[in-house]
Nanobody, 124 residues
Framework: QVQLVESGGDSVQAGGSLRLSCATS????????LAWFRRVPGKEREGVAS???????DYADSVRGRFTISEDKATNTLYLQMDSLDPEDTAMYYC??????????????????WGPGTQATVSS
């Protein structure tokens, strides 16, 4: 049974940093895509960053240059380093995994496996 559990959410001041972690388990083959999404109440869930099997990362324009996605394959842990945080980054952050053959890694509809989320709050 595939499980994903996020951690690392916190409250920080604008300009600060957070590092989110996502512990994954319950699978034998590496997912096609691992990704971070976020949701603000009343808004659509947004793809933030993804990494594919080849290690190629992709980012939403809103976070490019500030956020870095990475993974530790030895521990099956996904990370999201978030720097230069802005109040606009306040959201519930979710990690997700898929095993599709030709996935679009920042497309939320390509994901069947999600964690429960971790809250990041940035104050001005």
């Amino acid at each position: 049974q595939v499980q994903l559990v996020e951690s690392g959410g916190d409250s920080v001041q604008a300009g600060g940093s957070l590092r989110l972690s996502c512990a994954t388990s319950g699978y034998s083959s590496r997912p096609s895509c691992l990704a971070w999404f976020r949701r603000v109440p009343g808004k659509e869930r947004e793809g933030v960053a993804s990494i594919d099997m080849a290690g190629v990362a992709d980012y939403a324009d809103s976070v490019r240059g500030r956020f870095t996605i990475s993974e530790d394959k030895a521990t099956n842990t996904l990370y999201l380093q978030m720097d230069s945080l802005d109040p606009e980054d306040t959201a519930m952050y979710y990690c997700a995994a898929n095993w599709l053959t030709r996935p679009r890694c920042l497309n939320q509809f390509h994901y069947a496996y999600w964690g429960p989320g971790t809250q990041a709050t940035v104050s001005s």
